[in-house]
């Protein structure tokens, strides 16, 4: 081992290496959070999506991205009724509400959606309630009324009637300055007030309200048509990712390995026959085989990693570790091991395999972003896993939504970034590990 | 006399080991293609769906059939029955898979890969040939253009890195070799959002726009529009990495002893590299060409789905899709036979650049 931990040290001479190190640790590290943070079943049960995502706007960018560029766009903003003062005035089998919600839009832009929830709890007879919005400078506008059941929800934005009133689509007509037009509606910012006139006709049961001004952006990830944040597919997919990347390479290496050693010790027709498998394996194509199993059985990513192994023992590997092991194969420390009376197991596992390892690390390295991107793939032609958060799943539902068509670009951007991160890392170690331990490639 | 007699020696061990290495070959297709015809079909899963699916459309269409309308339910159900017979009868469903699979297998061997139960090909064939012929050419053009391009290119780019070892070009490119580990589509995407939305000046996929043009002029320049990013996609996933890889080949050759040799003697640098560089690598450089070639004949699902393109890639993605055992056997029989024959063309040309391969006998 005294020749491994020399050859880890003179990594520090190769920059890549030490590039691609850091990338390795900081992909590690996003794993280790991010399984700490959001647990397995948490992170399914987001990713599923629902009404758990109701408070989220739809489709909204990072902020940093819309900053960057200069822009103002707002973020969503929630005004809860247990935030303000009500008025509360009793009559006779009854009371009346007056709930004063305030909101401080100070944006450059218009929110992408206005919509109140509702939430009265324990009503005999349902309460009703009447809108009133009123814009910093003073003018009021009705936004009707209507009976509000158990957990309800009044979607502003898609009001017809008011659109027809104010000439604007609703959530931005009722924020926008008196003199807008469309098509050119500039923001009116200030302090506006929603006040809501709440007949309830029970005392002691709850009335909530929420208005909730949805943003066009939205934390560092955004979000998708589903309203769920981004932000949990792509942590998420760095524990899957290196999971499966790593299990695949490891799997296909060492299996492939060890019987291209036993091919090689035991020599004759085993060795033949490994070899016509071998051959027989190069006509199976892999990717066709990956569909066919998506298709048939499930997308389950865990049997998808199984079939890769499957199909990767035989794979064209095992004809460059035969060249490799073959002169070993007579090497004289064989021969004493022999002598000892060492079995046939001991050999290829104690002696052989451990020969050639040093060669084979720079590989491994360079196999683990293949598999990466085998299953990004397998996720791009809608094969991803079913319930697994994974960056290809992020990536195919951008196609299938036309995210480029509907400049949505951090849809599409941020996953192939976190691929090609970590393509990059392993790869840059790979590279600087192969001049390493690659003897021929060492003088130059 | 001992020449000619040293000759027919030659012929005679090439003789025997082109006999041999056919008989392994052939072996393995068969083998191949077999298993492939069992993965097709699943341990009886995909005949099982299409028992359903053939149950599901005849009940519809004598259902929706105005004809029918006035039988009774039993007729119905009876004229049903009739028809799911025929159905299952013309795709040999009712036979056991293993008595199929040989037939398949047989007739697999003798490139009659029969008729298409779903799918067609434009033309409106359904013969599992023309469907396949039917999308050759556009997969061809493609693959082998951007391959051509980086097989040219990066050979020529590393002999000359090369000679500049350790140039700041040099270092550039090895730099620049681990971008190779993310795959073609994947800079697909980027290209499509640079150049069809940023800037949009190029199509977005597809192959020729809709309506293709009349004349064959603008039909040709059409076609090369479209694929200019695909191919770009391509080069850029592989350039870097087989300049790379062909550098450090033709380094490591570089420092052969007869090489320090030939220039110690002072022989021109252009006379180095073609006698005592490329000549002696001239296998491994034809191999990777002709590995290449098959290469290209597969496609790449993938990319011609993000691409839109419509080649072999989107015809299996298609077929699987279908179900249709026959297209997907098919595609899958002359891909081994390509392999194949490749294999073969490498060990003969092996023997023949190579002496010690020839001669070097058991």
């Known amino acids: ?444 | 006399m001992t020449a000619a007699v040293g000759m027919q020696r030659d012929f005679r061990r090439l003789g025997l080991f082109t006999g041999k290495r056919l008989l392994a070959l052939f072996l393995t297709i068969l083998v191949g293609v077999y298993l492939t015809i069992l993965i097709a079909n699943m341990g009886g899963r995909v005949d099982d769906l299409r028992m359903v699916q053939i149950q599901g459309e005849v009940s519809e269409m004598v259902r929706g059939d105005p004809a029918f309308q006035d039988m009774s339910s039993e007729e119905r159900n009876a004229l049903i029955q009739r028809q799911v017979d025929l159905e299952v009868e013309r795709l040999r469903l009712d036979q056991p898979f293993i008595l199929r699979s040989f037939d398949y297998l047989y007739r697999a061997m003798l490139l009659d890969l029969g008729r298409a139960e779903q799918m067609h090909s434009d033309t409106g064939s359904r013969q599992v040939y023309n469907i396949i012929v039917e999308r050759l050419p556009a997969t061809l053009l493609l693959f082998g253009t951007a391959n051509l391009l980086v097989f040219f290119f990066s050979v020529y780019i590393a002999l000359s890195l090369s000679r500049r070892y350790g140039s700041a070009m040099d270092r550039s490119v090895i730099a620049l070799a681990p971008s190779s580990a993310a795959p073609a589509w994947f800079y697909g995407i980027f290209l499509i959002l640079l150049f069809a939305f940023v800037v949009p000046i190029l199509p977005s996929g597809g192959m020729v726009q809709a309506p293709p043009p009349e004349n064959p002029l603008h039909y040709g320049l059409d076609v090369l529009r479209h694929m200019l990013l695909p191919v770009l996609a391509m080069f850029l996933s592989q350039i870097f990495i087989s300049i790379y890889s062909w550098r450090t080949f033709f380094l490591i050759h570089s420092s052969e002893d007869y090489v320090e040799m030939a220039r110690a003697k002072g022989l021109p640098d252009k006379l180095i590299e073609r006698r005592y560089i490329l000549r002696p690598t001239l296998s491994p450089i034809v191999t990777s060409f002709l590995l290449m070639l098959i290469g290209l004949w597969s496609g790449a699902i993938i990319l011609e789905q993000v691409f839109n393109w419509p080649g072999l890639g989107t015809l299996l993605f298609q077929a699987i899709g279908h179900r249709d055992t026959p297209v997907i056997i098919g595609s899958v029989v002359i891909f081994a036979y390509l392999l194949a024959l490749t294999v073969f063309l490498l060990d003969i040309l092996y023997a023949i650049l190579d002496p010690r391969i020839r001669l070097g006998g058991d």
């Open chain 1, 1 to 444: 081992m005294g020749r491994l931990s020399s050859a880890l040290a003179e990594l520090r001479n190769y920059p890549s290496a030490i590039i691609g190190l850091g990338i390795i640790a900081f992909l590690v590290g996003l794993a280790v959070y991010t399984v700490v943070v959001i647990p397995y079943d948490d992170a399914l049960d987001k990713w599923r999506g629902g009404d758990q995502w109701r408070l989220y706007p739809v489709n909204a960018s990072p902020v940093w991205s819309d900053r960057l560029l200069g822009g103002q766009a707002p973020e969503t903003k929630v005004v809860s009724s247990r935030d303000a003062e009500i008025e509360r005035e009793a009559f006779e089998g009854g009371e009346r509400l007056s709930i004063p919600l305030r909101v401080d839009f100070q944006a450059g832009d218009f929110p992408s959606e206005m919509t109140v929830f509702f939430d009265a709890d324990g009503h005999e007879r349902e309460p009703f309630a009447r809108l009133v919005w009123r814009t910093p400078d003073g003018r009021e506008m009705p936004l009707g009324g209507s009976r509000i059941s158990r957990q309800d929800r009044m979607s502003i934005s898609q009001d017809r009637a008011l659109e027809q009133r104010l000439g604007l689509v609703p959530h931005i007509g009722l924020l926008a300055t008196p003199d807008s037009e469309p098509g050119d509606a500039r923001v009116q910012t200030g302090e506006y007030e929603l006040t809501l006139d709440v007949i309830v006709f029970e005392e002691n049961a709850d009335f909530e309200a929420e208005l909730v001004l949805y943003g066009r952006v939205h934390g560092l990830a955004g979000t998708d048509h589903q309203r769920r944040d981004l932000m949990v597919a792509l942590m998420w997919g760095t524990p899957v990712a290196l999971a499966f990347g790593l299990l695949a390479a490891v799997g296909t290496t060492i299996t492939t390995l060890i019987i291209a050693a036993t091919g090689v010790w035991f020599g004759g027709w085993v060795d033949a026959t490994i070899q016509r498998l071998t051959e027989v394996n190069m006509i199976l194509p892999l990717l066709p085989i990956l569909v066919m199993v998506g298709t048939l059985y499930s997308t389950s990513i865990w049997l998808m990693l199984g079939v890769v192994v499957a199909l990767g023992i035989f794979s064209a590997g095992i004809k460059m570790y035969r060249a490799m092991l073959l002169p070993i194969r007579q090497a004289p420390y064989i021969e004493a091991a022999r002598a000892y009376g060492a079995g046939n197991t001991r050999i290829i596992l104690r002696y052989m395999i451990p020969r050639i390892l040093p060669v084979l690390i720079p590989t491994f390295v360079t196999l683990i972003p293949t598999f990466v991107f085998l299953e990004a793939s397998l996720a791009v032609l809608g094969l991803g896993d079913p319930v697994l958060p994974t960056w290809g799943k992020v990536l195919n539902d951008a196609q299938s939504e036309s995210a480029l068509y509907s400049q949505y670009y951090y849809w599409v951007l941020s996953p192939a970034f976190l691929l090609m991160l970590t393509g990059l890392g392993f790869a840059m170690l790979g590279f600087a590990l192969d001049r390493i331990f690659n003897p021929r490639l060492r003088t130059l």
